[in-house]
């Protein structure tokens, strides 16, 4: 009898919790989102994101059209690859490499490069975001930009399901 409440004891501290981010479940399907990007030299742009997620075990693909508060569109693809139950690599057109990414209860951080003129492959800089799932579905994505270590600019989205 105190094995088996030792075991039930244990269990609850490991299982998941109903607020435990897994990527796949929250982007698979259609997710809308709503932020703006302020950059240390005044440049601030607010934009609405529409995504449309598949899962198909191993892989999210994951399209993203932008649309702009001052009318330009924009539409990137990331793909994300599951190398653990709270890890994955992602990569998108604008990025340098891969994408990190790890998940620890509700909260993902994701550490990648971006070109941000991918045209021209100029103006390289690091995200470090930080996207915290919250107890009413909400996501919300805060992220630091840094340019050879020192930090340039802040994003801040809210995705809805």
Known sequence: MTIAIAFIASSLFTAASANDLVLEKYFTGHTRAEGQFSAINGVKKSFKVRLTGRWNGKRLLLREDFIYADGQKDRKTW?????????????????????????????ARFSYDVYLDGNTRKN??????????????????????????????????????
Request: proline content about 3%.
């Open 124 to 161: 390289r800089v690091r995200f470090h975001d930080k996207m915290t799932l919250q107890s009413n579905g909400l996501l919300i994505n805060d992220a630091w930009v840094s340019k050879y270590g020192f930090p340039v600019a802040r994003t801040h989205v809210e995705f809805r399901k």
């Open 79 to 107: 793909q994300f690859v599951k190398t653990s139950p709270t890890t994955y690599l992602g990569t998108r057109e604008d990025v340098v490499g891969r994408a990190f990414v790890s998940v620890n209860g509700d909260t």
